[in-house]
């Protein structure tokens, strides 16, 4: 019976050492996990500050493509779009608008959509207090003439830009990346 005894209390206490074990095991699973949750974010934080100043820099320098995925129509509707061929974009004096569905109609751009060349001219940017940057620039050309708005939200290079024609009230919002033009992969279709 001792021997019983004894092998029982030598179970429990190997039973409760091993569940403080276990208790300190996932306690230092949690701080790890904790820790690399952490570590992900300050670099996502990193990247998002550097995307931001690169975004800037290129409205600055008149040379940037906003990727759209999004696009808003004047009603609220929107539609999840492909952002290599729905864009705008600015190369120093010249802007181009692009809007391309996937239908099997292959529009005036050859593509799904209109392409628009023009001139672009009166450029404005403004920095808020939050660092937000908004900036704005007419089109002229011969298929489009137009007010562009854009708007970068600090911490990364999200924008929006609202592109208002002069001559109706088919306003069209696009939602996307921002990003200078040398690293962008937009694909242009026939412009009129």
Do not use: H
Request: aromatic share 8%.
């Amino acid at each position: 019976m001792k021997k019983f005894i004894a092998l029982v209390t030598l179970v429990l206490i190997s039973a409760s050492t091993l569940m403080v074990a276990q208790e300190s095991s996932k306690q230092s699973r949690k701080e790890q996990r904790d820790a690399k949750r952490a570590k992900m974010k300050a670099e996502e934080s990193v990247l998002n500050a550097f995307s931001y100043e690169e975004a800037v820099l290129a409205l600055k320098d008149k040379k940037f493509v906003l990727e759209a995925d999004q696009v808003i129509f004047r009603n609220g509707r929107s539609a999840f779009v492909s952002a290599t061929t729905n864009f705008v974009m600015m190369n120093e004096q010249r802007a181009t608008v692009q809007i391309a569905f996937n239908t099997s109609y292959p529009g005036p751009n050859g593509i799904g959509g209109v392409t628009v060349d023009g001139t672009a001219s009166d450029m404005k940017i403004s920095t808020d207090k939050k660092g937000n940057v908004n900036c704005n620039f007419s089109v002229q050309g011969i298929g489009i003439s137009a007010q562009v708005f854009i708007s970068l939200t600090n911490g990364g290079n999200k924008a929006m830009v609202t592109v208002n024609p002069n001559f109706n009230s088919n306003t069209l919002t696009l939602n996307g990346n921002l990003i200078p033009l040398d690293q962008s992969s937009v694909f242009k279709g026939r412009s009129w």
